[in-house]
């Protein structure tokens, strides 16, 4: 038993050694916590949280990139409890219910015209999964075999095995290639200026010019590839990308799993190039960060393609236990009703040129390679370390040391804040990051 009536400092040694008995941590070696401190988390409100100690942490992460509007949000708070008094969960198929009826519409109504149905799943992955299993079905039904999925070079988009398949991050994708499902990639242009888009886009033509007729459906991150390390590239590239998978019949998903709500600067990344996909993916952000969900959108051409008789075997027969859960819409509601009512998108672009100033001196450090930013999204490119130096913990640990959450990714520190910042913690943000770097 836990004896949850000591002070601070012996609550926490307790729990951080009950959790080491028992827990296994996402993407850790545990190992490292033989050095690396576990930090509990008392309690979190606005940008901030708190340990059992008095000590209080920014979360300049957002918490893996999911809170919008700061922890414990009173409005999103509310949704929820009214929600969990009146119904917590029920089937989706077969039943239906308010929030999840209210929470397609609206989506439906956010996101470009042609996406017109809503199928749920509960985490990002998930709804990758879905969208990969959907375009090759959509294909089928219609008497095409395309075996094939193409995704971009440096592409994140989930770690279950279909994902994994069409991701492109070594460390997490290279030990189970012999699982994987069949991809091919094309190079992400390689930088935000537009020639680096057009290059691109004329690989790509080469590559459906060959092998475009096997191909069921291209998916992308929308202008920003974030755990690939922030990579951003130009709206053109989208564009183009739209246009050649038109001609060759192969659909496009947009994964706005990280992107969308705001993070690029308009509420989709999508919408800076003028596009509509085949499919859409929303996660993260779309509860505000409090519960997991995830949504696939889609458009009527593909919904009617599997519109039949139960006999022809057309049936798109997938399901996740908690699909559409009530309490979750209920967060995506209440994280929509703060889009309709505080104008976030223009504070955020206050807050972005803000954040473009700031990073303006990180330029001049030797061993800064590049800084780039795009919306509510920054990053400080490091070069000249070895992987196995590891800076990116050197980092994390003296942000911790200092009051901030940053978690690199490999050489890259970004900042993913949630939208409630203010112009002074931006200040804080930053130097503590700007001490990091000169503190290597
Ligand atoms: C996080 C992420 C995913 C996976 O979502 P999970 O909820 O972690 O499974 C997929 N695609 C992108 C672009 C992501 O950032």
């Not at 949504?295 to 908690?322: G, N, P, R, W």
């Not at 009512?341 to 800064?368: C, H």
């Amino acid at each position: 038993m836990v004896d949850f009536l000591n002070g601070g400092v012996r609550l926490n040694e307790t729990l951080v050694r009950e959790d080491l008995k028992y827990i296994w941590h996402p993407c850790t070696q545990m190992k490292d916590h033989e050095t690396l401190p576990l930090i509990p988390v008392k309690s979190a409100k606005g940008l901030y949280l708190f340990d059992f100690e008095g000590n209080r942490y920014m979360d300049a992460i957002s918490s893996w990139w999911v809170n919008l509007f700061g922890h414990s949000n009173p409005e999103i708070n509310q949704k929820v409890k009214e929600q969990i008094e009146t119904l917590e969960h029920v089937i989706l198929a077969g039943f239906t219910h308010k929030p999840a009826v209210e929470l397609a519409r609206r989506l439906v109504e956010l996101t470009p015209e042609s996406l017109q149905k809503v199928f749920f799943a509960d985490n990002g992955s998930s709804a990758v999964e879905v969208a990969l299993k959907m375009s090759y079905h959509y294909h089928r039904n219609r008497g095409e075999n395309r075996p094939l999925f193409l995704s971009l070079t440096n592409s994140y988009h989930g770690e279950t095995l279909g994902a994994l398949s069409v991701g492109d991050v070594e460390l997490y994708k290279k030990t189970y290639q012999p699982l994987l499902i069949r991809s091919v990639q094309t190079p992400v242009p390689a930088d935000q200026s537009l020639q680096s888009a057009l290059d691109a886009l004329e690989s790509l033509s080469k590559l459906l010019d060959e092998q475009g007729g096997k191909i069921a459906a291209f998916i992308v991150e929308p202008l920003i590839q974030g755990a690939g390390g922030m990579h951003m590239y130009h709206p053109q590239y989208l564009k183009g990308a739209r246009e050649l998978t038109q001609k060759y019949g192969i659909c496009l998903i947009a994964d706005e799993i990280m992107t969308g709500f705001g993070r690029t600067g308009t509420l989709f990344g999508c919408e800076q190039s003028g596009i509509a996909p085949d499919f859409m993916l929303l996660s993260k952000g779309l509860t505000g960060g409090y519960l997991p969900l995830s949504v696939v959108l889609t458009t009527d051409s593909v919904y009617e393609a599997f519109y039949c008789d139960y006999s022809e075997q057309k049936s798109f027969l997938h399901s996740h236990s908690y699909t559409g859960n009530p309490l979750a819409c209920s967060a995506a509601l209440a994280t929509l009703d703060i889009f309709a009512s505080d104008n976030v998108l223009e504070e955020n672009r206050k807050k972005s040129e803000y954040i473009a100033q700031k990073l303006d001196k990180f330029r001049d450090f030797p061993n800064v390679k590049e800084v780039r930013q795009l919306g509510m999204v920054a990053a400080i490119e490091l070069q000249g370390y070895e992987s196995h130096e590891r800076i990116g913990l050197k980092i994390y640990r003296y942000g911790l040391d200092h009051g901030v959450l940053l978690r690199p990714l490999g050489n890259v520190i970004y900042f993913m804040p949630p939208y409630i910042i203010t112009f002074e913690e931006i200040d804080t943000m930053m130097q503590v990051a700007f001490g990091a770097i000169e503190n290597l």
